[in-house]
C-alpha cells in the first residue's frame, strides 16, 4: 500500500511539472488598454541566472482592425489580426497562434481570406505576423491562383503617439513560400481603426 501510494504522488507531482508552462503560455486576457507589465512575464536573464530560476515566458500579442491607405481610387483594403506568441529567449517565438483577416473592397465587392496565425515576432512598436490560408469569400480568386494554405505575411508598425503603418507581402505563386515569420516594411498609413502591440520586452 506505501508503495502505491508513493507510486501515485510521484506521478502527480510529474503531471504538474509538464502542465506548468502551458498555464505560463496561456493566451493574454488584458484589455488593449492595459497591457501586462514586464515584471509580471519576464525575468531578466541575470536574475534568473543567479538565483538558478529559468527565465519566465514571455509573451507578445498584437489586436485590431484598420482600414490601409491603398492607392487605387474606389479600392479599399483592410487588415484585422488578433496574433499571440510566447518566447523564451532570442526573437523567434516559441509558440505562435490566433487569426488575421486580409479584406480587399473591389467594385463594392469584399474578397476576403483568413489566415491561422504561424509566426508573431515583435520589436519595440514594431511586429511581423505570418499565416497560413484557411478559408476565402466565395468566388475568390485566390481559390484557383494560389496552393492550398499559402503562406502571407503582414508587417505593423504601432508608435505610441503617430501614425500606424502597415505592409502586406501579397500572393505568393504557385509552387513558391513566403518563408515563416517574414513580412515586407510596413509602408501603408493607417486611415481608420487601429492596432494595440504588447511586446515581450515590455
Request: aromatic residues 6%; proline residues 8%.
Amino acid at each position: 500500500m506505501l508503495k502505491q501510494l508513493l507510486r501515485a504522488a510521484t506521478v502527480l507531482a510529474l503531471v504538474a511539472t509538464v502542465a506548468a508552462p502551458a498555464a505560463v503560455a496561456a493566451p493574454l486576457t488584458a484589455p488593449p488598454t492595459a497591457p501586462p507589465s514586464a515584471a509580471s512575464t519576464a525575468l531578466a536573464p541575470e536574475a534568473a541566472a543567479s538565483t538558478g530560476t529559468p527565465a519566465a515566458t514571455l509573451i507578445s500579442a498584437l489586436k485590431g482592425k484598420a482600414r490601409l491607405g491603398y492607392p487605387v481610387a474606389g479600392e479599399k483594403v483592410q487588415v484585422t489580426v488578433d496574433a499571440h506568441a510566447t518566447y523564451a529567449a532570442g526573437g523567434i517565438p516559441t509558440r505562435s497562434w490566433g487569426t488575421f483577416r486580409l479584406s480587399h473592397v473591389i467594385g463594392g465587392r469584399d474578397y476576403w481570406g483568413d489566415f491561422e496565425v504561424d509566426c508573431l515576432t515583435t520589436g519595440g512598436p514594431t511586429a511581423t505576423v505570418t499565416g497560413r490560408l484557411v478559408r476565402t469569400s466565395p468566388g475568390h480568386p485566390w481559390q484557383t491562383h494560389l496552393d492550398p494554405h499559402t503562406r502571407m505575411g503582414v508587417s505593423f508598425y504601432v508608435p505610441k503617439s503617430g501614425k500606424a503603418r502597415a505592409g502586406l507581402s501579397g500572393a505568393t505563386p504557385k509552387g513558391t513560400l513566403l518563408t515563416k515569420c517574414m513580412a515586407p516594411a510596413a509602408d501603408m498609413a493607417v486611415v481608420e481603426g487601429g492596432y494595440a502591440l504588447w511586446d515581450r520586452l515590455g
